[in-house]
């Protein structure tokens, strides 16, 4: 079975910087790896899909990237609405697995 | 508006079971694979099940297998979730959500989610 992990587990931020999140995967799963961010209280939001491709309605200032088995979730000039937890999710085959996440505090 | 909305969780005793269920709207059901994914509190999520667009094909997770049977009804725009032999470890908040492409045939294939339902708290307690 695939493990995903993600790093780090917290990150403090201020407004205005960029913030980079990383994922790894245990094995290949190709580009099937999606990002999701998930504020206190509210289900989890599709951001990225395909490693790369922004889902819609994502501003631009989240982009997604690949590496071999390391992905990267970027968001550039964080604003306070981006306080979240940030989760990485591997859907190359079953059973469907997500990272442990990445808090991001923006303050 | 494309919606989900789940409801029927609630308080459990051990050994006790519960049918949750998710009202889908705004799209075309049918035409989508469905899945559920909980949340205990304060960790991670969790992938529950699978289950293809026309009800013919469904997997689960190893934790739930056995014990929860997943279930749609595309004339009623629904999913539901039955779960036996419910255990504490199942608390959680359960939430259904979407498959991000629609489908012809069944995929069979794991995918994205893009939509996702607001969650339904189940407690199972003593």
């Known amino acids: 079975e695939i493990v995903m992990t993600q790093s780090p587990a917290t990150l403090s931020v201020s407004p205005g910087e960029r913030a980079t999140l990383s994922c790894r995967a245990s094995?290949?799963?190709?580009?099937?790896l999606a990002w999701y961010q998930q504020r206190p209280g509210q289900a989890p939001r599709l951001l990225i899909y395909g490693a790369t491709t922004r889902a819609t309605g994502i501003p631009a200032r989240f982009s997604g990237s690949r590496s071999g088995t390391e992905f990267t979730l970027t968001i550039s000039s964080l604003q306070s609405e981006d306080s979240a937890v940030y989760f990485c999710q591997q859907y190359d085959e079953w059973p469907v697995l997500f990272g442990p996440g990445t808090r991001v505090d923006v303050k | 508006e494309v919606q989900l909305v789940e409801s029927g969780g609630g308080l459990v005793q051990p050994g006790g079971s519960l049918r949750l269920s998710c009202a889908a709207s705004g799209f075309t059901f049918s035409s989508y694979e469905m899945n559920w994914v909980r949340q205990a509190p304060g960790k991670g999520l969790e992938w529950v099940s699978y289950?293809?667009?026309?009800?013919?094909?469904?997997y689960y997770a190893d934790s739930v297998k056995g014990r929860f049977t997943i279930s749609r009804d595309n004339a009623k725009n629904s999913l539901y979730l039955q779960m036996n032999s419910l255990r504490a470890e199942d608390t959680a908040v359960y939430y259904c959500?979407?498959?991000?492409?629609?489908?012809?045939?069944?995929?069979?294939?794991?995918?994205?989610?893009?939509?996702w339902g607001q969650g339904t708290r189940v407690t199972v307690s003593s």
């Open positions: 959500a979407r498959d991000i492409a629609a489908v012809v045939a069944a995929t069979l294939e794991p995918d994205a989610f893009d939509v």
């Open positions: 289950i293809s667009s026309s009800a013919s094909i469904s």
């Open positions: 094995q290949s799963v190709s580009y099937s």
